[in-house]
């Protein structure tokens, strides 16, 4: 890392030499021990892999590698945080671990070093350039082990950096508004060497003020390390039950639900409640992530699942065979994956069209099969989650087919209008206004007196 020494709005206190410190405190609320992976992690085929339990970092000569946990955000609003990783790092190696990340040109990283001398060192990357923020504080002798406990403790804008118990910096910063992530970051500090740091687990830590007493209610119930995961999922249930709260804490609340049934395999509760949390506190690009999270461990359980994969062998061997269809969809459904059971359902109702098609060209009666109608329900009932987590996902072209799908197939107006509303929404998020005024107009037609179309063409128009 090539690094400017600068001025900075801050204050940097260097604690005193061998003050040891005690332990975080506060609730675990996340861990990894990198044996049952976080799917979060940024991991780079080249530089970082996880292997027989440890994650092991192989940095470029004079290189520095970064490595974010994905779908996982953080404030410090009425708490604090405490991050920490155990490590082993050779000689001319440096490891620690990365918050207030706003982006990847902008964010905190401090360090324990074994450059020149046994160190702690804090740098911030601001628009893309390295900024130290202080003289690297020595490690006091006596305190350097084989193995490396390296914390750093949030609080509002201050950091402190721990290293083995001992506190090397504590400095107020100007951070970024928000939430932020977190991850690891290390370094070959040699000019042609080759450095294997390895990384034993990874925690975070929460304390929280008294400002949040929800909150605190919430994870107490929801975020027991001691506890399984089915049990903590029970646990979050219960707390949205109670329906308490503001919306934000409510949408916390679905946030620890979806966290505690992802790990306990329940993928259609996680994407309920991830679902839930968008919509009582948008955007939320927490639960957005973890959506697509939640969405792609459903999608490796549908391709590991038997059922699925008799019905889809059978499907190979007589794909004009709708009945295989339906029996794949419901298995979809059962598992929470509501895309893939849409794909399915809509299959069916496209074949019953072009029979009802066929049969009235030929003058005959067409007498539509007993899953059709079961087939257009089901579709109805899915477009609610996939046209909103499409949009969600800024996907606004299929977010739109979805919505005219369920347009399409709908008989009564009472089910039409909404489809229609929401597809004007879709079209005025994606810039495309005369579409938005066009279903606005239709939907007022279909149901005068509609304020939702009402109010959104005073707006529009």
């Known amino acids: 890392m090539r690094v400017a020494a600068f001025s900075v709005i801050l204050v940097f206190a260097m604690a005193l030499s061998g003050q040891a410190v005690a332990m975080c405190e506060g609730q675990v609320v996340l861990e990894d021990s990198f044996d049952d992976t976080l799917t979060g992690w940024e991991l780079s085929q080249d530089f970082s892999r996880i292997e027989d339990g440890i994650l092991r970092i192989t940095p470029k000569s004079n290189r520095g590698h970064r490595i974010v946990l994905r779908g996982f955000f953080f404030n410090l609003r009425n708490k604090k945080l405490c991050l920490e990783i155990n490590v ?108 294997e740091i390895e990384v034993l687990d990874f925690a975070v830590r929460q304390e929280i003020g008294p400002q949040a007493a929800f909150q605190d209610f919430v994870q107490t119930t929801c975020i027991n390390a001691d506890l399984p995961w089915t049990e903590r999922s029970l646990a979050c249930r219960t707390v949205n039950f109670l329906g308490i709260g503001l919306e934000k804490d409510r949408a916390l609340a679905h946030m620890y639900t979806g966290d505690a049934a992802l790990h306990a395999g329940d993928f259609t509760l996680a994407l309920q409640s991830y679902n839930q949390a968008v919509e009582l506190d948008p955007p939320n690009p927490a639960a957005v992530a973890r959506i697509e999270t939640a969405m792609t461990r459903v999608r490796d359980a549908a391709g590991e699942d038997e059922e699925i994969a008799q019905h889809t062998a059978a499907i190979s061997e007589d794909p004009a065979n709708m009945e295989l269809y339906v029996e794949r969809a419901r298995a979809y459904g059962t598992l929470g994956a509501a895309e893939l059971a849409f794909d399915d359902w809509t299959k069916v109702l496209a074949v019953a069209d072009e029979a009802k ?6 003058g005959g009666a067409y007498e539509p099969p007993y899953f059709v109608s079961e087939a257009r329900s089901s579709v109805q009932f899915l477009i609610p989650y996939v046209w909103k987590r499409r949009f969600w996902f800024a996907d606004y072209e299929l977010a739109a087919e979805y919505l005219s799908v369920g347009i399409e197939i709908s008989e009564f107006n009472w089910q039409i209008v909404p489809f229609l509303e929401s597809r004007a929404t879709v079209h005025e998020a994606a810039g495309n206004n005369d579409l938005a005024i066009a279903d606005y107009r239709r939907a007022l037609e279909l149901t005068p007196g509609s304020l939702v179309s009402e109010e959104a063409l005073k707006r529009l128009q």
Do not use: C
């Open 88 to 195: 082993r790092a050779p000689e001319s190696s440096s490891i620690g671990v990365v918050y207030w990340y706003a982006d990847q040109d902008n964010y905190f990283t401090s360090m324990f070093s074994s450059r020149e001398e046994i160190e702690g060192r804090t740098f911030r990357k601001k628009d893309g350039s390295w900024l130290r923020l202080s003289e690297h504080a020595a490690l006091p002798e006596g305190s350097i082990a084989d193995e490396q406990s390296i914390r750093v403790q949030l609080e509002e804008n201050v950091a402190t950096l721990i290293i083995n118990g001992e506190e090397l910096q504590n400095f107020r910063a100007q951070t970024p508004e928000g939430d932020f992530q977190i991850g690891i970051y290390a370094e070959n500090n040699t000019e042609d060497g080759a450095v």
């Open 357 to 362: 098609a066929m049969a009235e060209a030929e």
